[in-house]
């Protein structure tokens, strides 16, 4: 049974798209994330929710728009898909604020073409 | 501001021998976690190690070990006997302000050579 769960895994779609990845942890963990890696595989944080607060929105454009209808799912949509979107994008959960216990999904690969 | 320095973009090791990976950080909360991170060519992201900033003794998992020099705001990988499984990208991270927020370094490749 995954923990941290993504779908799709691998995502191909033309600029100007709209898409969603979800997002679903069955750890009974009270925080979620969307990181983004980017081409040189550096990670950066973008949302996160704590009990379907959000809590961070890191400088994201907002065609990105987390939504997490209950705290075991942090969905990611967005909008007018762009070339410089590609990326790899990881959902993780934590059991609180403190950061011990984060486990990160798989990951999404998407391709924008 | 809170950053991770990792100035290591690439390392090889032999097979059996030890490898330190460097980790800087840089923050002025006094509460803080550092994490290490692997990442295989398969793309997951494996937990391998926590050091709260409190903790007293330096943290080890099995193999993995985590030399905590608070002073010098070090937090460096120790993997012992090296495997060709541990190939990968390692990534040195650090939680602050009891946000959650994990911020990563730029992220070292080891490659271990048989």
């Known amino acids: 049974d995954t923990a941290v769960s993504q779908t799709p895994k691998y995502l191909v779609t033309q600029m100007g798209n709209d898409k969603s990845i979800k997002c679903e942890q069955n750890?009974?963990?009270?925080?979620m994330y969307w990181y983004k890696q980017d081409s040189k595989k550096f990670l950066k944080i973008m949302f996160s929710?704590?009990?379907?607060?959000?809590?961070i929105n890191e400088t994201v454009p907002n065609r990105f728009s987390p939504k997490s209808p209950d705290k075991a799912h942090l969905n990611l949509h967005i909008n007018s898909l762009e070339l410089g979107d590609s990326a790899v994008y990881f959902c993780?959960?934590?059991?609180?604020?403190?950061?011990?216990?984060?486990?990160f999904g798989s990951g999404t690969r998407l391709t924008v073409v | 501001a809170q950053k991770i320095t990792q100035t290591q973009p690439g390392m090889f090791v032999q097979e059996k021998e030890a490898v330190t990976l460097d980790c800087t950080y840089d923050?002025?909360?006094?509460?803080?976690?550092l994490f290490w991170y692997k990442q295989p060519s398969s793309g997951e992201m494996i937990f391998l190690i926590y050091?709260?900033?409190?903790?007293?003794q330096n943290a080890t998992e099995g193999r993995y070990s985590l030399n905590f020099q608070k002073a010098r705001k070090s937090a460096n990988l120790v993997i012992s006997a090296s495997q060709l499984g541990d190939s990968a990208m390692y990534f040195c991270?650090?939680?602050?302000?009891?946000?959650?927020?994990?911020?990563f370094g730029q992220g070292t490749t080891l490659q271990v050579k048989p």
């Open positions: 050091q709260g900033s409190y903790d007293q």
């Open positions: 993780a959960s934590s059991p609180d604020r403190e950061g011990y216990g984060y486990t």
């Open positions: 923050t002025s909360d006094p509460s803080y976690g």
């Open positions: 991270a650090m939680t602050t302000s009891n946000t959650g927020k994990l911020i």
């Open positions: 929710y704590n009990n379907k607060e959000l809590i």
């Open positions: 750890l009974g963990h009270d925080t």
